[in-house]
C-alpha cells in the first residue's frame, strides 16, 4: 500500500506569549479557528491552510522554530514506510482534537514534521 504526499497543511510557529501573538495575528486580519490568548495552540485559517502557534517552554527556546505538517493520503503507511526505513517517529499516529490524525518525525537536521490528514477525510474509515 503507498501513500501520496498531496500538500502543505500549516506551518506551526512556537511562541512564548500566546496572548501577545494572538493579538497580533487577529489584530492582521487572520481568522481564529481553534484555541485563543489563554490556550498552549491556536490555529488561525489561511486560504486552504493554517497559521498554527504553539506555546513553547523555556527548555525548548533554542532547539525548535516550530514544524511543518504536510497532508498525506494516509498516515498510518507514512508512519509505516518511516519506520520500514528505520527512521524514528516521535510518536506513533493518533487522533487530535482539532480533527487531524498526525504523526512527527525529525529530518537528518532536526526539522520536526508532521505528516497528517484530516479525519473526515482518513482513508482507514
Known amino acids: 500500500m503507498s501513500t501520496n504526499i498531496e500538500s502543505i497543511s500549516a506551518i ?12 497580533f495575528y487577529n489584530s492582521l486580519g487572520f481568522q481564529l479557528l481553534y ?9 488561525f485559517s489561511i ?22 505538517i504536510i497532508y498525506v493520503s494516509n498516515v498510518d503507511v ?14 506513533r499516529p ?8 498526525y504523526f512527527h518525525i525529525r529530518d537528518p537536521d ?3 514534521i508532521s505528516f497528517a490528514r484530516r479525519l473526515e477525510d482518513d482513508t482507514r474509515i
Do not use: Q
Open 47 to 68: 486560504g486552504s491552510g493554517y497559521l498554527n502557534l504553539s506555546l513553547c517552554s523555556d527548555e525548548n527556546e533554542h532547539k525548535d522554530w516550530g514544524r511543518i
Open 94 to 101: 493518533k487522533d487530535a482534537p482539532w480533527g487531524e490524525r
Open 110 to 112: 532536526g526539522h520536526e
Open 12 to 23: 506551526t510557529l512556537f511562541t512564548k506569549n500566546m496572548s501577545g501573538a494572538v493579538k
Open 35 to 43: 484555541g485563543g490568548e489563554s490556550t498552549s495552540f491556536s490555529s
Open 78 to 91: 507514512m508512519y509505516e514506510r518511516a519506520l520500514s526505513l528505520g527512521l524514528f517517529p516521535l510518536s
